[in-house]
Nanobody
Framework: QVQLVESGGGLVQAGGSLRLSCAASGRTFSSSAMGWFRQAPGKEREFVATIAWGSVRSSYAVSVKGRFTISRDNAKNTVYLQMNSLKPEDTGVYYC????????????????????WGQGTQVTVSS
């Protein structure tokens, strides 16, 4: 099991940047695929980005590709989401999630496959 704590959210103007962090504790972080998801008010939780535990593969939602970058530092047990050129539609609560995977190149985009979730951090982008 992995315990996750997100940070770095806040209020930013459109076009601005934020960097989210997700600090993990537990024995399996370095062998866990990690994901970022978000949920806007009145909407379902949606996939944002995922990265394999070997950092050899990552994937992004079409809506954020080219603007967001996911990365991880296994030595620090932390995964990051760098968000640039933010838009009002990026507003929502951002959650990180973890799931142990057998292979270093596994990425997971489906929220139902993740076992552990953080409490979320609010991102608000004003127009």
């Amino acid at each position: 099991q992995v315990q996750l704590v997100e940070s770095g959210g806040g209020l930013v103007q459109a076009g601005g940047s934020l960097r989210l962090s997700c600090a993990a504790s537990g024995r399996t972080f370095s062998s866990s695929a990690m994901g970022w998801f978000r949920q806007a008010p009145g909407k379902e939780r949606e996939f944002v980005a995922t990265i394999a535990w070997g950092s050899v593969r990552s994937s992004y939602a079409v809506s954020v590709k080219g603007r967001f970058t996911i990365s991880r530092d296994n030595a620090k047990n932390t995964v990051y989401l760098q968000m640039n050129s933010l838009k009002p539609e990026d507003t929502g609560v951002y959650y990180c999630a973890a799931v142990h995977t057998r292979y270093a190149d596994i990425i997971i985009t489906n929220s139902y496959e993740y076992d552990d979730w953080g409490q979320g951090t609010q991102v608000t982008v004003s127009s």
